[in-house]
């Protein structure tokens, strides 16, 4: 990816989990201080490639994995509610954000409630897994590789559902998608908050 595509998803990230509130381009652009004509560019190109979600009014309302319009993945952050299109973003967020955080998602195998707590960004001591389906450069990653991204109740049930669907990947406990997650998310947040993206010393989950 460019420099461009990189500080776009970036800002629309940083400027969604700020405002909680859907984004005109411009908001982007003088976010990234860039001509608002190359931002809507990349803005398109990114919307096609599915790394980011607009309205029909080209509003960005979802970008690196967070959203402000309902989806897959409720995430509420203290009091303030947002969404995600993947479990691995659920944990990869609240990580980064070391956010007390909760969360609330479906088992694609029983269509089962399966709710989180995240103290300090850690999830909790729990069975539940999140299957992180194999890369295979997907069109549109958010139609695509996200909804397969989901938790799980158990690593069987997780085995036993991507086997008949025929989706494969790993089966990741939480401290891992969290790894993972910090690795991914920590630097978007530390460009402007401050925010170390390395793992924790000594974390026990």
């Given at each position: 990816?460019?420099?461009?595509?990189?500080?776009?998803?970036?800002?629309?990230?940083?400027?969604?989990?700020?405002?909680?509130?859907?984004?005109?381009?411009?908001?982007?652009?003088?976010?990234?201080?860039?001509?608002?004509?190359?931002?809507?560019?990349?803005?398109?190109?990114?919307?096609?490639?599915?790394?980011?979600?607009?309205?029909?009014?080209?509003?960005?309302?979802?970008?690196?994995?967070?959203?402000?319009?309902?989806?897959?993945?409720?995430?509420?952050?203290?009091?303030?509610?947002?969404?995600?299109?993947c479990a691995y973003d659920v944990v990869g967020i609240a990580g980064a954000l070391r956010a007390d955080a909760r969360s609330m998602s479906y088992s694609p195998a029983t269509g089962a409630q399966i709710?989180?707590?995240?103290?300090?960004?850690?999830?909790?001591?729990?069975?539940?897994?999140?299957?992180?389906?194999?890369?295979?450069?997907?069109?549109?990653?958010?139609?695509?590789?996200?909804?397969?991204?989901?938790?799980?109740?158990?690593?069987?049930?997780?085995?036993?559902?991507?086997?008949?669907?025929?989706?494969?990947?790993?089966?990741?406990?939480?401290?891992?998608?969290?790894?993972?997650?910090?690795?991914?998310?920590?630097?978007?947040?530390?460009?402007?908050?401050?925010?170390?993206?390395?793992?924790?010393?000594?974390?026990?989950?």
């Open positions: 990816m460019g420099d461009l595509t990189d500080e776009t998803i970036t800002a629309a990230f940083r400027l969604l989990l700020q405002l909680g509130r859907p984004l005109k381009a411009a908001q982007i652009a003088s976010e990234l201080n860039a001509e608002l004509s190359a931002v809507r560019a990349e803005l398109d190109r990114l919307d096609a490639a599915g790394r980011i979600r607009r309205t029909a009014g080209e509003h960005v309302v979802g970008s690196a994995g967070l959203s402000v319009a309902p989806a897959a993945h409720e995430l509420r952050l203290d009091s303030r509610r947002f969404w995600t299109w709710r989180l707590q995240f103290a300090a960004g850690r999830p909790p001591a729990t069975p539940v897994v999140v299957l992180f389906p194999a890369d295979r450069g997907s069109a549109r990653t958010i139609d695509d590789w996200c909804s397969n991204a989901n938790f799980f109740e158990s690593r069987e049930a997780a085995l036993t559902w991507s086997a008949q669907h025929k989706i494969e990947g790993e089966v990741i406990d939480l401290r891992e998608a969290r790894r993972r997650g910090l690795a991914h998310w920590g630097p978007m947040l530390s460009a402007n908050r401050g925010i170390e993206s390395r793992e924790d010393h000594g974390d026990n989950g």
